[in-house]
């Protein structure tokens, strides 16, 4: 059982590139999301998807998009990569079960934007 | 914005020692979770406590939940080295329109164990 997969763990950037980020679960999660980490931070929520097809902002959406075309994916798009966007990414998932939403967390994808 | 504050920002004891953290959050909450992460990795669910629940245990693990005071308290008893870890703790904010599933971590206390 692999839970959250995260791809790819290290990604350096030049400012301007784009790419997406990579999230799969294999739990049958109705529930995806993305966070950013910070030193002194914590961890702030980017985007989320309650299910396929269905996308909504967090705290911190801006320069990030997002899509939910299948239940298990939920890639991450920097459109345009600057370096205020250096950070470890995670991907999260969990049911949408009552009060218990415990979310399942990735390894993460540490990424630098020089 | 954060809901949740953990106190203190680092905690370094000796192997033996029971470790406490403390969170303090500001809004009506439907529960409350403290979650393990470990450097280099991601966070790891480790108790979850419902608003309506006082203490909970979990192996050496004991969570204390005060919601007239917005507050909750993470022990370690016995604490080992592998203890060494960021510990933080994430709200599920009550009445937030249905979206009971949007937690909010606070920025997480550091605990060093010394073998």
């Known amino acids: 059982n692999a839970g959250v997969t995260q791809t790819p763990k290290f990604q350096v950037l030049k400012t301007g590139q784009s790419m997406t980020l990579q999230c799969a679960q294999d739990m049958n999660h109705e529930y995806m999301s993305w966070y950013r980490q910070d030193p002194g931070m914590g961890l702030r929520l980017i985007h989320y998807s309650v299910g396929a097809g269905i996308t909504d902002q967090g705290e911190v959406p801006n320069g990030y998009n997002v899509s939910r075309s299948t239940t298990e994916d939920f890639p991450l798009r920097l459109l345009s990569a600057a370096p205020s966007q250096t950070s470890v990414y995670f991907c999260a998932s969990s049911r949408l079960a009552g009060d218990k939403n415990i979310q399942y967390f990735g390894a993460g994808t540490r990424l630098s934007v020089l | 914005s954060q809901q949740g504050e953990e106190d203190p920002q680092a905690l370094s004891i000796q192997e033996g020692e029971n470790a406490t953290m403390n969170c303090s959050y500001k809004?009506?909450?439907?529960?409350l979770q403290w979650y393990r992460q470990n450097s280099g990795r991601g966070l790891v669910h480790l108790i979850l406590?419902?608003?309506?629940?006082r203490e909970k245990h979990s192996g050496r693990l004991r969570v204390t939940l005060d919601t007239s005071k917005k507050s909750s308290s993470l022990l370690i008893t016995a604490s080992r080295a592998a203890d060494t870890a960021s510990y933080f703790c994430a709200t599920d904010p009550f009445g937030s329109g249905g979206s009971n599933y949007k937690l909010t971590f606070g920025k997480g206390t550091l605990l060093t164990v010394n073998p």
């Open positions: 406590i419902r608003s309506n629940e």
């Open positions: 809004t009506s909450i439907n529960n």
